[in-house]
């Protein structure tokens, strides 16, 4: 069964305190990976796409990477703005939709 | 690039009525385009995929008598929640798959319901 699971559930850091993201997935065949940040009462913003293992992309303060299990969003020196939360889908090769996780709520305290 | 719009972005109605909300790709056309429903504190709910000039596949326990999909253009897709009740009242957003992108989508700002 297709499934997504992000870790942890909430984050709290200090400003300039970097940490990283996991988002683990179990898929049969994977499409592709994506990152979104999410403010409250508000859709999803596109973040990263990462489409096979090894692969990396950044932006900002924000790093994406991915392995055959799992993917990390690694940020680094986060400022209060970066407050969100980071949701990981998924897209099988097979189906044409996206599985989500759960989220992590981030806050930045400066 | 890639702005999806949605409207209302907020609307409150009273149970038994029915309630159409448009979701609208600006600046590119859209093949696929999804639906979700998302409560509080929680993360998005699947509830159908759409594709423009067919019906829309809709996601397991979700009523599709109720909740009514229309992908009439490459640019807009609507959806009408027929006969609300309370238990409707929940925030929607819809996404958009950019013709011939590689399965990014892009989400809309959302809808809050709230059905009195």
């Known amino acids: 069964e297709d499934q997504v699971t992000q870790s942890p559930e909430a984050l709290r850091l200090q400003e300039g305190e970097s940490s990283s993201l996991n988002c683990s997935y179990t898929?049969?065949?994977?499409?592709?990976l994506f990152w979104y940040r999410q403010d409250p009462g508000k859709g999803p913003e596109f973040l990263f796409t990462?489409?096979?293992a090894g692969e990396e992309k950044e932006k900002e303060r924000l790093k994406a990477t991915l392995t055959k299990k799992e993917s990390f969003l690694h940020i680094t020196a986060p400022k209060p703005e970066d407050s969100a939360t980071y949701l990981c889908?998924?897209?099988?090769?097979?189906?044409?939709?996206?599985?989500f996780g759960s989220g992590t709520k981030l806050n930045v305290k400066p | 690039g890639a702005v999806v719009s949605q409207h209302p972005s907020w609307v409150i109605c009273k149970s038994g009525t029915s309630v159409k909300i448009e979701c609208r790709s600006l600046?590119?056309?859209?093949?696929?385009m999804f639906w979700y429903r998302q409560f509080p504190k929680q993360s998005l709910m699947l509830m159908a995929t759409?594709?423009?000039?067919?019906?829309?596949?809709?996601e397991q326990g979700v009523e599709k008598d109720k909740f009514l999909i229309n992908h009439a253009s490459l640019t807009l897709s609507t959806l009408t929640v027929t006969s609300a009740h309370p238990e409707d009242s929940s925030f929607y957003i819809c996404?958009?798959?950019?013709?011939?992108?590689?399965?990014?989508?892009?989400f809309g700002p959302g809808t809050r319901l709230t059905v009195t």
């Open positions: 996404s958009a798959i950019q013709s011939g992108a590689h399965y990014e989508q892009y």
């Open positions: 600046d590119f056309q859209a093949t696929t």
């Open positions: 759409s594709n423009e000039g067919s019906k829309a596949t809709y």
């Open positions: 889908a998924v897209r099988p090769s097979n189906f044409n939709k996206f599985y």
């Open positions: 898929v049969s065949g994977l499409r592709g």
């Open positions: 990462l489409y096979s």
